[in-house]
């Protein structure tokens, strides 16, 4: 007579039993799989809801568009033309206005000059600009100070298609910041704050410092 096939039932196969120490490793490796592909899901409940960071928030303006640096001609103290891509691979802090530069000019482009130096090792990767907007003829007490920094006269009409002031101010009341991308990026309000200033650009340069190489390449 025949076997009765439910007699012939394995109950227990070789090699899959839990205690096979096989099976543990096996579903140890599998529960660290798990927890590896849920870790950023994990990471940023607990950031959310147990540390609960603020936003950063910038004391510039910062600029959604990021318009590119315009391929428009310049010319020096020296008469000698340039592009104003020239000034890429560095950031630039930026002023802009007439020759004749009354008290506020002055009070910015000191600023300028100012902020500049409190970068300290990082000063080299930050350029101080004076856009100046006529033909006029620049005070000669003036002169030392730009030696410092690049001066350079540009076409208002033109450079007022790149750097937009904010509502109810004029293109020379504010300092506008550039980064090394050529992207204008920030514009500061007018009579800034300069500590508040500083610390914007401070925070950019170290933002920055992973990718952004110091000096502009020749």
């Known amino acids: 007579m025949a076997e009765d096939p439910l007699l ?17 490793t096996g579903r140890l490796k599998l529960l660290l799989i798990l927890l590896v592909c849920a870790a950023p899901v994990i990471a940023s409940y607990f950031t959310y809801y147990v540390i609960k960071p603020e936003i950063a928030k910038s004391y510039g303006t910062l600029i959604a568009e ?10 020096d103290l020296a008469g000698q033309e340039h592009s104003m891509k ?22 910015r482009l000191y600023l300028q000059r100012q902020i500049r130096e409190a970068m300290g090792p990082d000063r080299a990767r930050l350029d101080w600009v004076w856009l100046i907007t006529d033909d006029m003829p620049i005070r ?4 030392p100070a730009l030696n410092q920094g690049v ?3 540009v076409n208002a009409e033109a450079l007022a298609q790149w750097l937009k002031p904010a509502e109810g101010q004029r293109l020379q009341d504010h300092l506008y910041v550039v980064d090394p991308i050529g992207n204008w990026m920030m514009r500061f309000p007018a009579q800034p704050d300069p500590d508040l200033l500083r610390k914007d650009i401070r925070k950019l ?3 920055s410092q992973f990718w952004d190489t110091e000096g502009r390449q020749q």
């Open 8 to 24: 012939m039932t394995t109950h227990e196969v070789r090699g899959l039993h839990s205690s096979d120490p096989k099976v543990g």
């Open 151 to 153: 001066a350079w006269r």
């Open 205 to 207: 340069l170290k933002a």
């Open 66 to 75: 990021q318009p590119d640096i315009p391929d428009i001609k310049a010319v």
């Open 86 to 107: 020239e000034l890429e691979k560095q950031w630039l802090l930026i002023s802009v206005g007439p020759a004749a530069c009354d008290a506020d000019c002055e009070w």
């Open 140 to 143: 000669p007490e003036l002169l």
